[in-house]
């Protein structure tokens, strides 16, 4: 596509709720990221893939938030049992290669956990 | 680990006019990438613009250009010729060069306001 998209660009639920945040990269980007980016603080990374493999998955806040992705391409960001302190933007970023220096943002899923 | 520091939380700047944003970072590293990414409201981070450490030439790119002091571990922003469009969170971010598993480290951001 012409750029990173992101869906849902806004997402509501109760506390307890699982979510899914999805990402479709640039087409042909092999590398993919995800950041969380909370009120008044800059951007957190989580979790990077390489084609659909997440080599570490160390920078996950909690054994609550997983991600997968599937054929190279869309990846999901899923939190299960949400908490207040998960509502931030979740970005989604991707470029040709892994680290390359530059990466493409996506507009950013808001969720907010009531 | 690297950290990088963004010392001013938010900053007003008279249309037509120049203001310069502060960055500071601390790391062991030699060769890495310094960035400025622009968060508009719309939330998409746009790269403004990029500085490879082993280049003594400071970027430029249109009104955007950045004063790259290597020792001092700075690298601040300055915007010439403001314009309401520049109304954004401005972050300054960090990455190592060819060594893995490094993602962008990201300060927590300027918020500016270009005012008319």
């Known amino acids: 596509g012409a750029g990173v998209s992101q869906s849902p660009s806004n997402k509501v639920t109760e506390k307890g709720k699982d979510v899914e945040l999805r990402c479709d990269p640039i087409s042909g980007h092999t590398a993919l990221y995800w950041y969380r980016q909370s009120l008044g603080q800059g951007l957190e990374f989580l979790i990077y893939f390489q084609g659909n493999s997440a080599p570490d998955k160390s920078g996950l806040p909690s054994d609550r938030f997983s991600a997968e992705r599937t054929g190279g391409s869309v990846s999901t960001l899923t939190i299960q049992r949400t908490q207040q302190e998960d509502s931030a933007v979740y970005l989604c970023?991707?470029?040709?290669?892994?680290?390359?220096?530059?990466?493409?943002f996506g507009p950013g899923t808001r969720l907010l956990v009531l | 680990a690297q950290t990088v520091t963004q010392s001013q939380p938010e900053m007003s700047v008279q249309e037509a006019e120049t203001v310069t944003l502060s960055c500071t970072y601390d790391t062991s590293e030699n060769n890495y990438y310094l960035f400025w990414y622009k968060q508009p409201p719309s939330r998409q981070m746009i790269l403004v613009i990029r500085?490879?450490?082993?280049?003594?030439q400071n970027a430029t790119e249109n009104r955007f250009s950045v004063n790259f002091q290597k020792a001092a571990k700075s690298f601040s922003l300055k915007i010439s010729d403001s314009q309401l469009g520049d109304t954004a969170m401005y972050f300054c971010a960090f990455m190592k060069l060819n060594s893995g598993n490094t993602p962008l480290v990201f300060g927590k951001g300027t918020r500016l306001s270009v005012i008319a």
């Open positions: 500085q490879e450490a082993y280049k003594q």
């Open positions: 970023a991707s470029s040709l290669e892994l680290w390359e220096e530059t990466q493409y």
